[in-house]
């Protein structure tokens, strides 16, 4: 049972080589990792490249910087035709020892699941990731985007096959990751298991936030752009999208007033 790991990588060789080492030191080991290098004039990548000597690892590079959505996307569309499950790792995070092996285990013990959630950390052991309640199932639109009953980003686990047609926002470079995990859970839901899988250091661990701050005007604009990719993609149709929109538009209103 073969996982694909997605990094999408911008100047940041040394959270890489820790990203790489975090798969080498898996207890499962059936994996590969996928490398999208999204900064192709930084020269501190040439001595990682040169050494990569694991034929599980596929380092890629793009023409020109294009952002994370880009980046995840490419990878999607590089990953191995006997890869059963995908997830995305950031190159400022790493896996904990036993997270494939974990994710492993649920996949065989629920086996009519094909989207499993398990919590994104701080290396002290915080979880950054927060469901009312360990080992049940979640509406993606509404117990996390609508509702928020879950918080946090997370360690996601998808069932490749579910992926053909399902991509980030070409029109967003980075952020907005919840377009491409919407139209994954009008396909089935998600399954929260409370376990450490990813270690991050990306957060202000007092707010719980990453360092994206954005304007108003931002804002409005990934929703306008958010907007048009649902109307592309027949999403507009969905009440939890557009519902999803006006709840992002009153919050945004809330936040600036």
Known sequence: MKFSIITPTHKRVDGLIRAVNSLISQTYQDWEMIIINDSPDDITYQKFASHINDPRIHYHINHINSGANFSRNNGLDKISGDSKWVIFLDDDDFLAPDALATLYHLILSHQDCHWFVTNRAYAHGKPNTQFPKDNTSYSYAWSYLITKRGKGDATHCIETKLLNHIRFSKYIKQGEEWFFFYQVGLQCKMF??????????????????????????????????????????????????????????????????
């Open 192 to 257: 929260y298991h409370n376990h450490n899988s990813t270690i991050t250091d990306g957060y202000d661990e007092l707010s719980g936030l990453n360092f994206r701050t954005r304007t108003f005007t931002q804002q409005l604009e990934s929703l306008s752009i958010l907007f048009y990719e649902g109307i592309t993609k027949n999403l507009i149709y969905r009440p939890t999208f557009i519902l999803y929109l006006l709840v992002r538009f009153v919050r945004a209103l809330v936040k600036h007033a």
